[in-house]
């Protein structure tokens, strides 16, 4: 592996970079001699390091393909040839060398640039991302437009190892392998998961594989031996040989020419093995193993724990008086109370599609190892699993982000729905969840968890609402989803005790006149704000499904105006089961559904993004006294014309 600059701190102060200052776009790399490349690597180590450290963000990931970037920039001819990243969080290299540098330090901000690759946002970004294993298919896509065009693009998907275990990245594979497609696979191989055979026998034969010289010999010896009895021992003889070098053999009979593995930090050795990919025909797969988190040692050492940072503050000055306790996050919650519930019941069992540390599983994980599954980036295996655990008697718990549900969508339906059994989904993140912008958000779920016969749906207000829902939920016999959002609540007391709730039971906050708010979820804060102003009464939901049928038809007679609160879309949300309700029962009052809009709200902080949607206190006050207005001027006019 080619020496690297390491360094052991993240840079202060913004680093020399002439080289890189001069390249505004991939075509000014190119003009650059191969021999200079090098040290643009290092500027570009160095400027991401501090551009990172100025913003927050995603790092690690990039840091181990800053190499395989340039390399790419250097030897396809971007954006002509489609360059598509996977999930995405490897993407800053990608995006400091398409035009973007002077804009690093506003991503993940509000208006600023987004986290992730994004069509509108540059040509260089050909395909949107945020979910994992959707790269081959899409460059697939490229591909076919390509060769239907006839315009002799190159399609090239760069994925991950973690991301490879999905099964849609398999099924590309076998479409891209059955269509002989002209388009090249890389997979980063950042954990070595695949193999450790890196070294120089192993770059000597990704050098050969990858020649003109060898590929020519191949393919005419497959002309001259096509259709007679030495074609097949040809070809198992070519399998066998390079199974003594290169764990591509599965690569191999999908269809793929495999290609490595290849240090993913020598630049040289990267620009040869592209430069000769770069001149074959047909579906190539090359596999490049790097270290996440490279030349930066805290990174290197903690993949995980440096896979993002937060913004690199000045340190503030030391001051008397004890520590503020610090306050849970709903993961927390979450995590704790799966431990204390399986210490209980040796039933459970908890389920992740590798979100161990995101969902708080860690603990878990360490004291019941042998009830844990963590089944990778599976989600449709993950909900699945768990029907197939509930036939037979466990109580198996599912933490999943809400966006990642959606992925399992047919198996919540099908495998779980239908056959009424007993999973529980901890859905995390659900509602906004700031910088990641509109790929992460969990904005959907509580329209389309409620329209599916049989399923309890549960939107805790706090922290103690929480605990004490999970636990509703596992004695709930049949399917059940608690949704929670991202980051700390109002800092609510827990208690220890572990009590399912009434089943479909709110409960009333506050009692005012005219106008009663109906929460669902996290925004209780905020709704009851704008209730003080507006002397309204406000009712914790707590249930979307079954809905407390009883309490609407309390408030609806009691009050002028109902409003409904969520951190969901309307569009069939919570208000609507509230409508829906009221319109069955033949009950006329006026309805105003507060939640988010019908659109993708981008990237900013949680705050901001509430704000935007008007969510927030204020947002909430206004919505409410507008319509008001609209009733009281309604009634006027009525009063009006009866007189």
Known sequence: MQDTYIFREIPSKRPQTPLLDRIETPSQLRELPA????????????????????????????LGVLELTVALHYVFNTPEDRLVWDVGHQ???????????????????????????????SEYDTFGVGHSSTSISAALGMAIAAKLQDTGRKSIAVIGDGAMTAGMAFEALTHA?????????????NDMSISHNVGGLSNYFAKLLSSRTYNQVRDSGKKVLRGTPLMTLAKKTEEHFKGLIAPGTLFEELGFNYIGPVDGHDLPLLLETLENIRELEGPQFLHVVTTKGKGFAPAEADPVGYHAINKIEPQPASTSGPAKAKTPKYANVFGQWLCDAAEQDERIVGITPAMCEGSDLLAFSKRFPDRYFDVAIAEQHAVTLAAGLACDGAKPVVAIYSTFLQRAYDQLVHDVAVQDLDVLFAIDRAGLVGEDGPTHAGAFDISYLRCIPKMLVMTPSDENETRQLLQTGLHFEGPAAVRYPRGTGPGARI??????????????????????????GTLLAPA???????DATVADMRFVKPLDEALVMELAEQHELLVTLEENVVAGGAGSAVTEFLNASQVSIPVLQLGLPDRFVDHGKHGEQLRECGLDAEGIHDAIARRLAQLDSQSLAQTGSSS
């Open 528 to 534: 009851l704000e704008a209730a003080e102003a507006l």
């Open 495 to 520: 208690e220890p005790a572990l009590t399912p709730m009434p089943i479909g039971k709110g409960r009333r906050m506050r009692d005012g006149r005219r106008i009663a708010v109906l929460n669902f």
């Open 177 to 189: 392998g059955h269509l002989n497609a002209n388009m090249l696979v890389i997979l980063n191989d």
């Open 35 to 62: 021999e200079q490349l090098t040290q643009l690597a290092r500027e570009l180590r160095a400027f991401l390091l501090w551009s990172v450290g100025q913003s927050g963000g995603h790092f690690g990931a990039g």
């Open 91 to 121: 993407a800053y290299p990608h995006k400091i060398l398409t035009g973007r540098r002077e804009q690093m330090n506003s991503i993940r901000r509000k208006d600023g640039l987004a986290g992730f690759p994004k069509r509108s946002e």
